[in-house]
């Protein structure tokens, strides 16, 4: 996209890319959260989606083939300025990228955490701007099959990693399917509870955890009366179990991503409290 252009105009459209693609990320850091949650996605959706994104730029990546189409390479040879798109994205910082980023908040929400994040975005656009400025230079010392052969070794990295994430996102979600009990053929109404999920407002002491639930509510026309002029149910006048997980990436409160409980409910108008156990061994 650039042969034919002057080593100034490369720097230049190098130096503004690098800038983009950390405006990007930091972008996606800080907003991709409340978009997932206005959406009502959940983390572990977002990895396998990310996943399949990473590894198909991984895949392309191992049979040499371009992230543009032929469309977007006619237009690119067009623009003047090619910084943002196509190089900065879709090219660098694609949605494999920003899904990735997105993420990036399940381990550690403080401010330290946030500043690191940025921190290490300001530190990918710093070499990304490095390697512009010696592409030209590395691909005469590696030859085209020597740079080719590079591309397909950091593929496969990737691919790798596009496929850990995946694997996590579905063992989390299939954690999540306990068997549960659902006798129910004397009770009157019965509510399934869908899996819903949530961040919890941060803790005093600002960390923050995500909650994840699905369980079974059973009540009958007694409670669904008394609900209904704004009276509240006890733990023991409805079956109400649930099977929360937590996440977290606050180092104080990781302990919650390992444990496994349950918990049961009761109802008030426009309350829900549950007491949650822990399962142990033994």
């Known amino acids: 996209?650039?042969?034919d252009d002057s080593p100034g105009f490369r720097r230049e459209q190098a130096l503004k890319a690098s800038l983009w693609v950390t405006?990007?990320?930091?972008?996606?850091l800080l907003l991709g959260r409340w978009v997932l949650d206005f959406f009502g996605i959940t983390l572990d959706d977002l990895r396998i989606a990310g996943g399949l994104l990473v590894a198909h730029a991984a895949w392309g990546m191992l049979n040499n083939e371009s992230r543009m189409t032929l469309d977007e390479h006619a237009a690119a040879a067009d623009k003047t300025d090619i910084a943002l798109t196509p190089i900065a994205t879709p090219i660098l910082a694609g949605p494999g990228s920003m899904s990735l980023a997105v993420g990036?908040?399940?381990?550690?929400?403080?401010w330290t955490n946030y500043g690191g994040y940025l921190l290490g975005f300001a530190f990918i656009g710093l070499i990304t701007w490095i390697s512009f400025l010696f592409a030209e230079r590395l691909v005469r010392v590696l030859g085209v099959n020597g740079a080719g052969a590079l591309n397909r070794i950091l593929g496969l990295f990737i691919l790798a990693i596009a496929v850990n994430l995946m694997v996590s996102g579905v063992k989390n979600i299939l954690s999540t399917l306990g068997s549960m009990d659902r006798?129910?053929?004397?009770?009157?109404?019965?509510f399934a509870i869908a899996a819903t999920s949530f961040v919890r407002p941060p803790l005093a002491d600002g960390a923050r955890i995500y909650v994840q639930y699905q369980g079974v509510l059973v009540i009958n026309e007694k409670i669904r009366a008394a609900l209904a002029g704004g009276g509240a149910t006890e733990y023991d006048d409805a079956y109400f179990m649930t099977q929360p997980r937590f996440e977290t990436g606050d180092a104080r409160y990781r302990w919650l991503n390992r444990v496994a409980?349950?918990?049961?409910?009761?109802?008030e108008p426009g309350l829900v409290?549950?007491?949650?156990f822990e399962l142990i061994n033994g």
């Open 104 to 110: 990036m908040s399940n381990y550690g929400s403080t």
């Open 273 to 276: 409290e549950y007491r949650i």
């Open 23 to 28: 405006a990007i990320l930091a972008t996606s």
């Open 1 to 3: 996209m650039t042969a």
């Open 261 to 267: 409980a349950v918990g049961e409910g009761r109802l």
């Open 183 to 190: 006798a129910i053929a004397k009770i009157s109404l019965a």
